[in-house]
Each structure stands twice: as C-alpha cells, then as structure tokens.
C-alpha cells in the first residue's frame, strides 16, 4: 500500500518558499515543490537597495563594500548617487567574470534622474582595473539627441555592444542579455528595443582582468553615476528569454530578488 502525505503540511511548506524532497515508496520518485519564477538559476549576484553594504541576495558572497556616505533613501527604497560622491566595491569573483563566449544577462531598476553634462560619460557600474583595461560596463552619456545607454567591452572603450535612447524622470528596468546563438539584446521596460545599434556580433572579446567591480562609477570618483538604484542582477551560463526579462519587469514593480 503506497504512502500517505499530508497534503496540508507540503501547501504550508511551499507558501513558505521552502523546497520539499520526498522518496515515494520504493519506486523512489523524487518530488519538488518550491516557489518563484525560476529566475534564481545561474543568478550570479543580486543586490537591492539597502541601507550600509550591499548584500548579495544570492548567497554567493559578492558583498559591495560602501565607500563614503550613506545614501539609502529608506522612504524611496533606492541608492541615491546624485550629487554624492560615493560608490560600492564589489571583489573579484569568478561568478562574475565571463569568460569569451558566456551566455550572460544584466538587469537593472534605476530612477532616471539625470543631469549629465554634454557629452559626459555617466556610469552605473564597470569591471575595469584601469582606464583602458576593463572588461564590462554600463554607462549613460548625453549627446544632442538625449540620453542614451552603451554597454562596453574590454576591446575598445568607445565600442559599445548595445545603445538605444532612454525615458527620462521616471523609473525604469534595463536589461541586456547574450547568447552565442542570438548575440546581444537590450530591453527597456520589459520590451525588446529592436531599433538600438548592436555594433558587435557579441560579447566574444571579453577577457579577464582579474578586476573587482564598481556600482556608482567607473572608478572611484570617476565618471560617477547621476541617478538613482533600486535594483542590479547578473547572470551567468544564461541568457534569459523574452518572457524572463518580462517577469523581472513585473509591470514596473522591479520583481525581487525572493520571487525570482
């Protein structure tokens, strides 16, 4: 006669987010009940608005060290960079590091509250141990026809993967995803942005440069970031889809990192 389980006991587990493994009878069927969108899978490193360091919400232990002043604005729920110069410093890690041809994604919450001066580089973070020698980043800059963003490699610092203009003053999610088969896409909002340059085939010439990360600048006290930080998530081994950039986007409510 098979097993009996307590139906109620496994509902009470899995609305408590929990993972429950079982072994039915001999036939020893493993079972699985656990909460969230599956987002969670190949997160290398999450970090949410919070107040001193950031903890990384993946348990990987890519903690960005605070440098300066607090600037968690607590009623806001975001990092508030304007006019403060202050900047987080994540160490070298392997988890985010990609290797030539790794698939990879990068997601972002930002209030877009810019003021950069023309022409003027503006940079939410960059892995870089010099000016030259870097291997990526995202930064804004602001030319005669608005505000756009440029993701950059480590080949050329002017040679940006993906751009496309943005929405200013408001609050918005980008992300930017690679995969050897579809090459590099950017969203804003959720939504594909077919008409942005995509000036490489890819992310192929990445290299290592054994550097630590900085989120708020480019280097400390340099090309500083004007905005405001709700939320940065890096992929590894994985390119998320068109329906998983959506589910992050969660209708403009920045999906947290606990119901990825």
Not at 83 to 110: C, G, M, R
Not at 130 to 153: Q, R
Not at 216 to 221: E, H, L
Not at 225 to 237: E, M, S, Y
């Amino acid at each position: 006669m098979g097993s009996v389980i307590n139906e109620k006991e496994v509902i009470g587990y899995a609305h408590n987010g929990e993972e429950i493994f079982g072994l039915i009878n001999d036939n020893k069927v493993l079972f699985e009940l656990s909460s969230g969108n599956g987002l969670k899978e190949g997160c290398s490193a999450c970090w949410e608005a919070m107040a001193g360091d950031l903890i990384d919400l993946t348990g990987n232990g890519n903690t960005a060290i605070l440098h300066g002043q607090e600037i968690y604005d607590e009623q806001s729920d975001v990092i508030d960079f304007r006019s403060n110069a202050v900047y987080y410093e994540v160490p070298y890690s392997e988890e985010l590091t990609f290797n030539n041809a790794d698939d990879t994604a990068i997601s972002f919450t930002i209030h877009t509250h810019f003021s950069i001066q023309a022409f003027n580089w503006s940079y939410l973070f960059a892995k870089r141990k010099t000016y030259s020698d870097h291997e990526y980043g995202f930064f804004f800059w602001n030319s005669s026809s608005g505000i756009w963003t440029k993701v950059e490699n480590k080949s050329n610092r002017s040679r940006s993967v993906v751009n496309a203009e943005i929405p200013l003053q408001e609050l918005i999610t980008l992300t930017v995803t690679y995969s050897i088969a579809d090459g590099a896409k950017l969203y804003i909002n959720g939504s594909l942005i077919s008409g942005g340059t995509n000036s490489m085939n890819g992310l192929e010439q990445l290299q290592n440069s054994g550097s630590e990360i900085y989120i708020g600048c480019a280097q400390p006290n340099t090309n500083v970031f004007d905005g405001q930080l709700k939320q940065l998530a890096i992929w590894k081994n994985r390119a998320l889809t068109t329906e998983e950039v959506a589910i992050l986007y969660n209708g403009g409510n920045a999906l947290k990192y606990e119901d990825f």
